[in-house]
């Protein structure tokens, strides 16, 4: 698996396989793709930067066009669908190796879908990942080995160090004022078919 790209299987893996290169193309990466609902699914992209900045709303505005653009011809939805493209946002998942490895030293939430020693959730600081395995201190001091490709969800928890760390890449100083203006990127754009 392309440590580039979230660990997917099914419909959702076949959406992703169209629209990350389009992302590529503008710049963007995918960080999740969900199809979520049966009789007018709607699908779910989450996409940052290429250079690791935050997305804004006019962002998600072109990922969604583009994106929309390639599913209407390539069609692996069958009837109406709804898409809905945003940011990953401060407490992202972690979807991908890089994910791991750009946030280690965070705390994260994990869950694995096959229980190890026991367990199913964890709770911990990333260690990164590598080889299809990510990595957590848990509280005790002990570190855990998960499967990615086994991993049924993970995502960083919201801390002061956290967001700290997203001010900086928003270019916010320290006293919370903008060095430069920032467009938050939270807010999705949606796209009904």
Same mark, same amino acid.
């Given at each position: ?10 419909? +959702? ?7 990350? &290169? ?18 007018? *699914? ?22 969604? =066009? ?11 939805? &069958?009837?109406?669908?709804?898409? $809905? ?7 992202? *998942?972690?979807?991908?190796?890089? +994910? ?5 030293? =965070? ?35 002990? $570190? ?33 004022? *903008? ?8 807010? &999705?754009?949606?796209?009904? =078919?």
């Amino acid at each position: 698996m392309d440590a580039d790209l979230p660990f997917l299987t099914g419909l +959702d893996a076949k959406v992703a396989a169209l629209v990350a &290169p389009v992302l590529a193309d503008m710049g963007f990466e995918l960080v999740r793709v969900a199809i979520l609902g049966r009789e007018s *699914p709607t699908v779910q992209i989450m996409a940052d930067r290429a250079d690791g900045s935050l997305i804004a709303i006019e962002d998600c505005e072109q990922i969604s =066009h583009a994106v929309g653009a390639v599913l209407d011809i390539e069609d692996p939805l &069958p009837g109406a669908w709804t898409l $809905e493209v945003s940011s990953a946002g401060i407490d992202r *998942p972690l979807t991908r190796t890089k +994910d791991w490895n750009r946030f280690a030293g =965070h705390l994260a939430k994990a869950e694995v879908n096959i229980p190890i020693d026991g367990r199913k959730r964890f709770s911990g600081i990333l260690l990164g990942a590598e080889d299809g395995i990510g990595r957590l201190r848990l509280e005790d001091g002990t $570190e855990v080995a998960l499967p990615l490709s086994d991993m049924r969800r993970a995502r960083l928890v919201l801390t002061d160090e956290l967001i700290a760390a997203s001010a900086h890449m928003m270019g916010v100083s320290d006293d919370g004022a *903008p060095e430069t203006p920032v467009t938050p990127g939270e807010t &999705p754009a949606r796209k009904t =078919h």
